[in-house]
């Protein structure tokens, strides 16, 4: 469980967050939306532990976090294998072979067991955010944070990683939130979703997506993700400054 209670957060003396609540349980997938600048990094870090709110609560029995980047951030000195082990070295319940050989794993599952010794230059942009999605997944998260990760890739590669995630999920459940710009990758992913509009950043609409993401047709797809950029259409236009959003969304 990931709970967000009343939580303001300011940079510099300029609020960026103001009021935010949401509940996040039971292996759920909250996608974020809004504009840039808007403070969707700042929520992510939060519920990180890495950032704390000037106010509000945040209530959460994770204890193991998995983070991915809209950039795969892997350390291109090390090969794909050494970048995934990194992350479980404080697990002092593994040996150091045992740990390699968890990390060779994750990477057979996502397809990548011929390029476990490869270097990050090495790799097209697509492995290499798969790698960084194996960093993720090999520490077998409570919650999962992600930060635009499919964001600059084509429709084909981002499908696909997509489809991987779903596939992760389903093997290694766990609670997720999710940044985006894309209402289609909103209403594809997403169990529920949040848009943030207005300065400071507020919740100013949430939509639930009930469906069983098997179930989730084309026509279905289509007038969910026309109902969200309806949503980010008038936020765009609205005075932000007089945004009146209450901030909750549960």
Avoid: C
Avoid at 15 to 43: C, D, Q, V
Avoid at 62 to 88: H, I, K, S
Avoid at 223 to 235: D, F, R, S
């Amino acid at each position: 469980m990931l709970e967000f209670k009343n939580i303001t957060k300011s940079f510099h003396n300029r609020i960026i967050l103001h009021n935010i609540s949401f509940r996040l349980e039971n292996s759920r997938i909250l996608a974020i939306l809004g504009p840039s600048g808007i403070g969707k990094t700042t929520i992510l870090r939060i519920a990180a532990g890495t950032l704390r709110p000037d106010s509000g609560e945040v209530y959460s029995d994770r204890q193991r976090v998995g983070f991915v980047f809209q950039e795969p951030r892997l350390l291109p000195w090390r090969t794909a294998l050494a970048n995934v082990t990194l992350v479980l070295k404080n697990n002092k319940a593994l040996s150091g072979k045992q740990q390699a050989e968890k990390a060779a794993a994750m990477l057979k599952r996502l397809g990548l067991q011929g390029f476990a010794h490869y270097y990050p230059a090495q790799l097209s942009g697509g492995m290499r955010q798969r790698v960084a999605i194996a960093r993720a997944f090999v520490l077998e998260p409570d919650l999962l944070l992600l930060d635009e990760p499919f964001s600059g890739l084509d429709l084909g590669l981002k499908s696909s990683l997509q489809q991987m995630l779903l596939e992760l999920l389903a093997w290694h459940p766990a609670d997720m939130l999710y940044v985006t710009h894309e209402p289609d990758d909103a209403v594809l992913l997403a169990d529920q979703a949040i848009v943030l509009a207005g300065e400071p950043g507020r919740i100013t609409a949430g939509m639930e997506l009930d469906l069983p993401r098997e179930q989730r047709d084309q026509p279905y797809l289509h007038a969910q993700a026309a109902k969200l950029t309806a949503i980010l259409a008038g936020n765009q236009k609205s005075q932000r400054g007089s945004q009146k959003g209450s901030g909750q969304f549960s």
